[in-house]
């Protein structure tokens, strides 16, 4: 049986980069739009020029960069980390890991040009 899969959202905050805030994800990651994000974030200002994204667990490492109007790499983006995970939980089922959850870090970052 596979094992369910907790994400832990962190967002660097700007305009200081230096505090890194917990998010707590109201709803589903899947139905969110880019859009969403950057106004929930509050980097929806002209400086803003897209997010980077870090997924990670012991497993995989992805780091995606998205400009702020490419709703099309976003959607992508969420597809492909959704099978990598499956990936990730179909090995663990053939090397009989075991244990509550595969938990996986997101780091999420404004970046401005």
Do not use: H
């Not at 907790?6 to 998010?23: G, N, S």
């Not at 983006?77 to 990598?84: A, E, L, P």
């Not at 053939?94 to 401005?112: A, Q, Y």
């Amino acid at each position: 049986m596979a094992r369910p899969v907790k994400f832990i959202y962190r967002v660097v905050l700007l305009p200081t980069r230096r505090v890194i805030k917990r998010w707590e994800l109201r709803g589903n990651f899947k139905d969110k739009t880019l859009i969403d994000l950057l106004k929930e974030f509050l980097l929806d200002d002209d400086k803003i020029e897209g997010l980077a994204f870090i997924f990670e667990n012991s497993y995989m490492r992805l780091v995606e960069y998205i400009p702020k109007d490419d709703e099309d790499g976003f959607e992508s983006m969420k597809r492909f980390v959704g099978k990598r995970v499956k990936k990730v939980l179909q090995l663990q089922v053939c090397e009989g890991v075991e244990g509550p959850r595969l938990v996986t870090d997101v780091l999420i970052e404004g970046k401005s040009g």
